[in-house]
C-alpha cells in the first residue's frame, strides 16, 4: 500500500498513527502542500479533491482520514480503535468528530492560506483565528473527557483509538500557534500518554522522512 502524505498535515498524521497502532506498513509518497504538488495533474489524478491523505490500497484510492482509519479497523481488527458497544462507539466518534469536523477544517492550511493570501488579513490575526477555534474546540472536548466516567488513561479506556488518533495531532497544532493548555489538564495528560508510545511517537511531523522545517 501507498500513503500520500505530507508531515505536517493532521489528516495525515492520523492516518499514520493509525497505520503504526494496526501494525501495517506502507510506503510513503511525500505531497508537499506548501509546495504545491497537490495541486499537480499527476496527484489530481490520484485524489480529485487535491488533498492529503489518501491510501492506495492496490485495488483502490482512499481518501479522508476518519474513511481511511474506518477502512483499516475493519480490515486489521486488531487492535480496535473503536470499543464494543453501541454507546461507547458513539462516544468515541463524537470526541473524534469535535476535532476532525469542527476544529480542524477551520485552521487547516488551505482556510489559513485564503485568510493570508486572498483576504489580506494579517499574520497576528490568522494566529488569533488558530487560537479561538482551537480554543472553543478544547473547551468543550475538556469537559467531555473530564466529566465522563468512560475517560481513562486514553480518551475511551485504557487502550488508545480514535479519538486519541485525532486528538495528538491537534494538540500538536495547538503548539504551532501558540494555543495556552492551561485549561485542558485531561486533554494534555492523555496526549502525554499517548506520545509514550512508538505508534504516536514514531508518526509525529518531525520524525518524517519529508520533514522540511
Known sequence: MKLYTYFRSSAAFRVRI????KGVAVEHIPIHLRRGDQVARDYAAVNPQRFVPALDTGTTVLTQSLAIIEYLDETVPRPPLLPPGPEGRARVKALA?????????????KVMMYLRDVLK??????????RHWIGEGFTALERLLAE???TGRFCHGDSPGLADICLVPQVYNAGRVGCPLDAYPTI???NAACLELEAFSGAWPDRQPDADL
Open 18 to 21: 493509525a497505520l503504526a497502532l
Open 97 to 109: 468528530q469535535i476535532i476532525a469536523c469542527d476544529i480542524h477544517p477551520i485552521n487547516n492550511l
Open 121 to 130: 488579513v494579517a499574520d497576528a490575526d490568522a494566529t488569533a483565528w488558530s
Open 148 to 150: 465522563s466516567p468512560e
Open 188 to 190: 494534555r495528560r492523555i
